[in-house]
């Protein structure tokens, strides 16, 4: 079936420039959430939705990162005035209700890999 | 709040040999505890979890991992492994949501490079 879909798959862009990030999740999960993965780094947590709410977006490094997610389903991650900093895989993962933990792992896109010039 | 370290950022083996990828977690309540797996220009994927029960938990692949809670560990293990097994290895931990949030929190990564 089909998997966390993630567009554009890769993204340059000229500093200072807003860029767009788009995900979408497995039908009917609930759960969506926001990764970065830079080199040497690991994952890095952004942002995580419930259905259309944010309970948690303490990850997101600052005020010129933001996300949205409407209809429960397709999500967008916004960079405003990017900064070469920014560069890196961004990647969505989607869980099947709360609680992914119990009975379905995190399921994550291919990500996009942004590089800021 | 908690965090993952991976103590080892690149294990290089011979084909055929043992594997221990080491994980130590740190937290101040029950967790959760996961090893993902991505594969080269490949998105991750679940290699196996632990939720509670055994320590000792079974994976894909034949790898598996082992919770010492006193040690607050989680490493990962194989007993001989194949060069398909090169890829980067990710632990991770999640607070069950006691936190407020359900968000995993992963470790830096280990690749592990398997040579012939």
């Known amino acids: 079936g089909a998997g966390v879909s993630q567009s554009p798959s890769n993204k340059v862009t000229e500093k200072g420039k807003d860029v767009e990030l788009r995900c979408d999740p497995i039908s009917g999960h609930t759960a969506l959430y926001w990764y970065r993965q830079s080199l040497g780094q690991g994952l890095e947590f952004l942002i995580y939705?419930?259905?259309?709410?944010?309970?948690?977006k303490s990850g997101l490094p600052s005020d010129r990162f933001s996300a949205e997610r409407t209809g429960g389903s397709v999500s967008t991650l916004t960079i405003q005035r990017t900064q070469q900093e920014d560069s890196a895989v961004y990647l969505c993962?989607?869980?099947?209700?709360?609680?992914?933990?119990?009975?379905?792992?995190?399921?994550f896109g291919n990500g996009t890999r942004l590089t800021v010039t | 709040a908690q965090s993952v370290t991976q103590l080892d950022s690149q294990v290089p083996v011979f084909e055929e040999a043992p594997v221990e990828l080491r994980c130590n977690y740190s937290s101040s309540v029950s967790v959760y505890l996961f090893w993902y797996v991505q594969y080269p220009n490949q998105g991750l994927q679940l290699l196996l979890k632990?939720?509670?029960?055994?320590?000792l938990v079974k994976g894909i692949n034949g790898f598996e991992a082992e919770f010492n809670k006193s040690q607050t560990s989680f490493h990962l293990r194989k007993p001989s492994v194949h060069i398909s097994d090169t890829a980067e290895y990710f632990c991770a931990v999640s607070d069950r949501g006691q936190g407020g949030s359900e968000k995993l929190v992963f470790g830096k990564g280990t690749k592990l490079t398997v040579n012939p």
């Open positions: 993962a989607s869980s099947p209700s709360r609680g992914f933990s119990y009975n379905s792992p995190l399921h």
């Open positions: 939705f419930q259905g259309n709410s944010a309970p948690d």
């Open positions: 632990y939720l509670s029960g055994s320590t």
